[in-house]
């Protein structure tokens, strides 16, 4: 008998375990794949080890930096003041205490109009009076709307915040979940909107070192051992597949698992029909390896407004890397590859000049990179109407979108749960 089964290796099953591992609770851990990190996860590219797509992280990511450094990996990251730069539009942040950075930082903007700065500070000044909730849930595009945001303000600031954060259009994004993003990220504290690049290949600085902890700890971890069925059992449930029985279990699987997972359990029957009308948005993520280093002015920089691509410097990983991500769906995804790629090297070079040779190129498309973080969307709780069994996701986490804060927050709840039952 397994006192603790978790299944899903990736970032919320993970969490769930390390925090289970911490408070001397040993787990055992099952994962279908090869390799752990689920949808954020390292991939071998002619012998490199790069990240299947760019996850850029926040200084409000308070659980993901906490578990980081529970780990030892918070060395590899490179943290730095928010500065958002695409063509002709800069906001940074200056280092003043919260909430004359924001001010400061959106009235010192460049490629705005003294009108739609002060438009900025309006809109955020509203939803400060507001608390952040809305009395329903709208689409950010029509918030926007509401709130009077100038177009050139919303191509330029607003737009690129929630295609990062939310990963689906302006039109069918949720402005909740939008507004949850503004408070906790610029309407925190000056630290919260910090930037956070990864600077080690994305199994380094999560899924291997929790796997490390894990084991260290009494725990186990399986790969390759798929979980069929999950069914009730005199003494709990048990796992088809392994065929092993568990007292307690939490299921950190892609939501489209589920409904294989748990389909022999009657009473979530509800949640699965709700999960299952879920839609998917993708992100592409264009790798370029140049025979020289690009040394960028920023970490990250945007190459257009709107929805138009971001660049990243992966220098850390090898001399001449770059990676550069379009996120949601629109008509790139229709592209042959190398017309994208000529494109987005027509917009690298508009950016910063004349490029060097370029010695390779790989695109990876996660085509169910996250979920379509839309108005009023069925999130379910993490504690189900079944004993000892819990769910962890980022599509459980209500108040966040699918960002690997909203998976780590997920599954330290359920470790969290489970614990306060023991």
């Known amino acids: 008998m397994i006192p603790v089964a978790i299944i899903g290796g990736g970032w919320a099953g993970l969490a769930a375990a390390v925090e289970l591992s911490s408070a001397g609770i040993p787990v055992t851990l099952f994962e279908s794949a090869k390799q752990l990190g689920g949808r954020a996860r390292s991939v071998d590219w002619n012998g490199l080890a790069i990240d299947n797509g760019q996850h850029l992280m926040v200084g409000a990511y308070s659980e993901t930096l906490r578990l980081m450094s529970r780990l030892g990996t918070l060395n590899s990251l490179d943290r730095r003041a928010l500065d958002l730069r695409v063509p002709g539009f800069r906001l940074t942040l200056p280092r003043l205490p919260a909430p004359l950075h924001l001010a400061a930082g959106l009235l010192a903007a460049r490629g705005l109009s003294a009108k739609e700065k002060k438009s900025a500070v ?21 918030l926007l709307d509401q709130q009077r945001q100038p177009a050139n303000l919303v191509a330029r600031l607003w737009e690129p915040l929630c295609v990062a954060a939310l990963n689906t259009p302006l039109d069918a994004a949720s402005a909740q979940v939008f507004c949850n993003v503004l408070r906790d990220s610029l309407a925190g504290s000056r630290a919260d909107s910090d930037l956070v690049f990864n600077r080690s290949e994305l199994g380094a600085l999560f899924p291997d070192a929790a796997e490390t ?7 186990s971890v399986h790969l390759g051992v798929k979980v069929d069925v999950l069914r009730h059992a005199a003494s709990g449930y048990r796992l088809d597949g392994p065929d092993r029985n568990a007292g307690k279990v939490i299921v950190a699987v892609h939501p489209a698992r589920l409904p294989a997972v748990l389909g022999d359990l009657p009473k979530l029957a509800a949640t699965l029909e709700a999960v299952a009308g879920y839609a998917w948005q993708p992100i592409l993520t264009l790798w370029l390896r140049f025979d020289q280093a690009i040394p960028l002015p920023f ?68 085509k169910r990179a996250t979920f379509a973080c839309t108005p009023g969307m069925y999130r379910p709780d993490n504690r189900t109407d079944l004993p000892g069994l ?21 599954g330290v709840k359920c470790a969290r749960l489970l614990m306060d039952s023991l």
């Open 213 to 219: 902890f894990i084991t260290r700890h009494g725990g």
């Open 299 to 366: 970490p990250m920089l945007g190459l257009g407004p709107g929805q138009a691509p971001w660049v990243f410097d992966r220098n850390d990983q090898a001399p001449g890397l770059l990676s550069i991500v379009i996120s949601a769906e629109g008509p790139h995804l229709s592209m042959p590859p190398e017309a994208l790629r000529e494109r987005c090297l027509a917009l690298l070079r508009a950016e910063i000049g004349p490029l060097p040779t370029l010695r390779d190129w790989k695109i990876i498309t996660e």
């Open 122 to 142: 309006d809109f955020m000044q509203a939803l400060k009076r507001c608390g952040y909730r809305l009395e329903r849930d709208i689409a950010v595009s029509v």
């Open 390 to 410: 819990y769910l962890a996701g980022d599509y459980t986490e209500a108040a966040y979108p699918a960002t690997l804060e909203g998976a780590v927050r997920s």
